[in-house]
T-cell receptor, first 116, second 108 residues
Framework: DAGVTQSPTHLIKTRGQQVTLRCSPK?????VSWYQQALGQGPQFIFQ???????QRGNFPDRFSGHQFPNYSSELNVNALLLGDSALYLC???????????????FGNGTRLTVT | SQQGEEDPQALSIQEGENATMNCSYK?????LQWYRQNSGRGLVHLIL?????REKHSGRLRVTLDTSKKSSSLLITASRAADTASYFC????????FGKGTKLTVNP
């Protein structure tokens, strides 16, 4: 049973470029959340997708957008990259259980994005 | 918003000793979860404690929750070098919000 998979594992981009990160959730999970983790910091919530819609959003600019597909996989897009966007981007999946939020998150190993 | 805050920021102990780390939060919660992160990897869920529970055990882990003080503690007993990692608490009923973590180093 595959866990959460993310691709690519590493990525180097130039300021101003656009990037797309991909995530496949754990089998049986229907909700995908994205986090940004700067070096030495805790993960910061970007947004959460359920039923192909953005359900919750953290304090991130509109340059950060996402999508969830019918097979529950998800993409994170970041436009007009800034140096400060360099971070580990983590995808986590869970089972929504209706409106209950007690389902633990299962994380992928992340995509390390470096913006030069 | 930074809901959970871990304390201390860093902890260094010898193998076999116990490690205690604390988490404080600001608003009411449905549950509180603890996660571990090995360097450069994804987070791994350790334990979830619901707001109506006061204590929970899982193997060498013991978690307590004091909702009146808005705080939780994670105790790792008989620590091992493999426990070296960063530990995060996470709260918020709608989207898990993580603190900055406690970096635990267990020296062999």
């Amino acid at each position: 049973d595959a866990g959460v998979t993310q691709s690519p594992t590493h990525l180097i981009k130039t300021r101003g470029q656009q990037v797309t990160l991909r995530c496949s959730p754990k089998s049986g999970h229907d909700t995908v959340s994205w986090y940004q983790q700067a070096l030495g910091q805790g993960p910061q919530f970007i947004f959460q997708y359920y039923e192909e819609e953005e359900r919750q959003r953290g304090n991130f600019p509109d340059r950060f957008s996402g999508h969830q597909f019918p097979n529950y996989s998800s993409e994170l897009n970041v436009n007009a990259l800034l140096l400060g966007d360099s971070a580990l981007y983590l995808c986590a999946s869970s089972w929504r259980q209706g409106n209950s939020y007690n389902s633990p998150l299962h994380f992928g190993n992340g995509t390390r994005l470096t913006v030069t | 918003s930074q809901q959970g805050e871990e304390d201390p920021q860093a902890l260094s102990i010898q193998e076999g000793e116990n490690a205690t780390m604390n988490c404080s939060y600001k608003t009411s919660i449905n549950n509180l979860q603890w996660y571990r992160q090995n360097s450069g990897r994804g987070l791994v869920h350790l334990i979830l404690i619901r707001s109506n529970e006061r204590e929970k055990h899982s193997g060498r882990l013991r978690v307590t929750l004091d909702t009146s003080k808005k705080s939780s503690s994670l105790l790792i007993t008989a620590s091992r070098a493999a426990d070296t990692a960063s530990y995060f608490c996470a709260t918020d009923p709608e989207k898990l919000v993580f603190g900055k973590g406690t970096k635990l180093t267990v020296n062999p």
